[in-house]
């Protein structure tokens, strides 16, 4: 970690700086092939096990919009969309992430991918017809850092369904804001993020220069994709964005209303880092999925970039509510190019759980190891 002299602490205990902080003794090698042009996260390709549950879960309670379904897969988008879909569940037999899907400037950029990652010694696949419905020549990838990766440009372009204020639910999903990846060795994963074009906006850090979660973006919002530190390669959770926190709430009392309070996880709440209003569900096989709202702009070059201690308790929920424990520990398998799940590698750096929650999964354990009670940890 760059010493703290060459950062300014803010009022709000975090410190901030031009450059992103991170570097790596285990880099992937960067291309000489120039990276394609990535515009933003675009879809989402999940395999669930029951698709008719996971229906009624992602239309019926969230209100995303079918734009096709077969009896194999089933085709969402958000309001604001035009592409076909942000959202793909496909049945299968285990639940997993198929795809991390962005979308690239310029049908030359998917040749740039190829040439990028074959460099790399990765798998490549190109499919001129696309890879599902709705979205045409594509590549995916099995990147070095394990994740399945899709590049794509040409869309079929369906109704942006912002003016249709009749089918409007009080949770409206508007877009497909970010992922979240699980990976043991933040460090290589920004290194390589990073030659892919992507920049740091905020990250978590220690003294002693252990780095546990970096949030990253092409589009000029706080994150496109995080990557967060953690037994992997493995999918921590994909989110959507709403226009208000109202919406969230919204979505909280239909939940209860629907005796289906049970899905959520975690929040709502509000992030110290990227600032947003945040939700956290688990869907009918445990996928996690984000509901989020209210973060920053990010797209001037000199943005500064935020680096929080990992002892400040409130990085993670602004009000400094601890974070349960199944947020750390559960994600989602990813699968590799052939429908297999990639192998788990152990992550061996320090534990942010474990340097962060007391033992009765409630309380705050801060810098000297002195535990600080947590509002519900201080009635049991």
């Known amino acids: 970690m760059t010493s703290r002299d060459d950062m300014t602490l803010t009022s709000s205990g975090f410190y901030v700086s031009q450059e992103a902080p991170i570097e790596t003794s285990n880099p992937v090698p960067t291309p000489t092939s120039p990276a394609p042009d990535i515009l933003r996260c675009a879809y989402m390709e999940l ?22 379904e077969t009896d194999t897969a089933i085709y969402l988008r958000s309001t604001e969309e035009f592409i076909h879909h942000n959202l793909v569940l496909r049945r299968g037999d285990l639940a997993a992430v198929a795809a991390f899907s962005y979308r690239v400037r310029e049908p030359e950029d998917l040749d740039r991918a190829v040439a990028f990652y074959t460099e790399l010694g990765c798998r490549v696949e190109r499919r001129p017809e696309g890879f599902t419905t709705g979205i045409g ?46 990976t043991p060795d933040v460090p290589r994963a920004v290194k390589h993020m990073q030659d892919l074009g992507f920049r740091v906006t905020e990250d978590i850090q220690d003294e002693e220069g252990t780095i546990y979660a970096a949030w990253m973006r092409r589009k000029p919002t706080v994150h496109d994709t995080a990557m967060t530190g953690g037994d992997g390669p493995r999918m921590h959770h994909v989110c959507f964005a709403t226009h208000e926190k109202h919406n969230i709430l919204a979505i909280c009392d239909k939940l209860g209303a629907l005796r289906r309070s049970d899905a959520i996880e975690r929040g709502p709440g509000r992030h110290g880092v990227s600032n947003a209003f945040y939700l956290y569900l688990r869907d009918p096989d445990g996928h996690r999925v984000e509901v989020y709202t209210q973060d920053y702009y990010t797209g001037d070059p000199d943005n500064p970039v935020v680096t929080w201690d990992v002892h400040d308790n409130q990085r993670r929920d602004w009000w400094g509510n601890p974070v349960v424990p199944s947020w750390y520990t559960d994600a989602s398998l990813v699968l590799d190019l052939d429908g297999d799940p990639q192998p788990v590698v152990a992550r061996t750096d320090d534990s942010e759980m474990e340097v962060t929650i007391g033992a009765d999964g409630f309380s705050y354990t801060r810098r000297g190891d002195e535990e600080q009670g947590f509002k519900l940890g201080n009635t049991l």
């Open 47 to 68: 395999v669930v096990t029951d698709l008719a549950a996971s229906r009624q879960f992602y239309v019926d309670v969230l209100g995303l919009y079918v734009t096709e």
């Open 137 to 182: 020549d594509s590549v995916r990838v099995e990147d070095p850092l394990g994740f399945p990766l899709e590049f794509f440009h040409h869309v079929d372009h369906v109704e942006r369904m912002s003016w249709r204020y009749d089918l409007h639910v009080p949770g409206e999903l508007v877009r497909l804001d970010h992922f979240n990846q699980v």
